[in-house]
């Protein structure tokens, strides 16, 4: 099981889409094109195609009304490995959608890599990585 002990996927997904919707909103431009690649996260990871709605709306209630992003990265820090790559990625995804990178996206990935316990070499080598896929 990747997700907290509480066994309450739904909210533990709405949690994760808080973070996502946070990276996305960052620079002030969350995008239809953001939002598409938090929806394929999510699938990804195991939301449902039935309560999908449901968990972007809680994410984005959860996004609105936290402090800090500690509040959202506890059910990321939880996951397997797997799960945790998918959700950097995906984050990195979200800050090139628009095919750059500003200050407050590149230092919120600095922080999530220590908050979350990723190495800065894997760190450095997903976004490497998802720079190249956006750029073909």
Known sequence: MFFSKNDNKEDDLSKVAALLIHAAKIDENFSIE???IIEEALL???????????????????EE???????FTREVKNMNE???IKIIETLWRIIYSNDDADIYETNLMRRLAGLLYID??????IK????????K
């Not at 800065?120 to 080598?125: A, F, I, P, V």
Request: glycine share 6%; net charge positive; charged share 40%.
């Open 120 to 125: 800065n070499k894997l760190m450095g080598n």
């Open 44 to 62: 990804k990871i195991g939301a449902s195609h039935k309560n999908f709605k449901e968990i972007i709306k809680n994410g984005k209630k959860i």
């Open 128 to 135: 490497e990585k998802i720079k190249k896929e956006i750029s």
């Open 65 to 71: 009304n936290a402090n800090q992003i500690l509040d």
């Open 34 to 36: 953001e939002e598409k």
């Open 82 to 84: 797997e799960n945790k």
